[in-house]
């Protein structure tokens, strides 16, 4: 849907989640802007949900490595993330 295939995939990975180990796909994204952040040349782990007959209530999960040399506030009772 984005422009990407898994025979783009650079590698598999497991990733452990609290149902389990599934295995993911790893791409290369050319460029991903979120929160006003943008990272180029970004590696990003893939769930072929759909595959799997699995229907999730969310698109993704940005890692704390995409926040890297930022600093930023995770403000639970707000529901804010406040980036400085």
């Given at each position: 849907?984005?422009?990407?295939s898994v025979t783009d995939a650079i590698r598999m990975e497991r990733?452990?989640?609290?149902?389990?180990?599934?295995?993911?796909?790893?791409?290369?994204?050319?460029?991903?802007?979120?929160?006003?952040?943008?990272?180029?040349?970004?590696?990003?782990?893939?769930?072929?949900?759909?595959?799997?007959?699995?229907?999730a209530d969310f698109d993704g999960v940005l890692g704390l490595d995409?926040?890297?040399?930022?600093?930023?506030?995770?403000?639970?009772?707000?529901?804010?993330?406040?980036?400085?």
């Amino acid at each position: 849907m984005l422009g990407y295939s898994v025979t783009d995939a650079i590698r598999m990975e497991r990733v452990k989640t609290g149902g389990g180990t599934v295995e993911t796909y790893v791409f290369v994204l050319k460029q991903l802007t979120c929160l006003g952040i943008t990272r180029t040349n970004i590696e990003v782990s893939a769930y072929d949900f759909f595959a799997f007959n699995i229907v999730a209530d969310f698109d993704g999960v940005l890692g704390l490595d995409f926040f890297e040399d930022v600093k930023f506030c995770i403000d639970l009772k707000q529901k804010e993330i406040n980036i400085q």
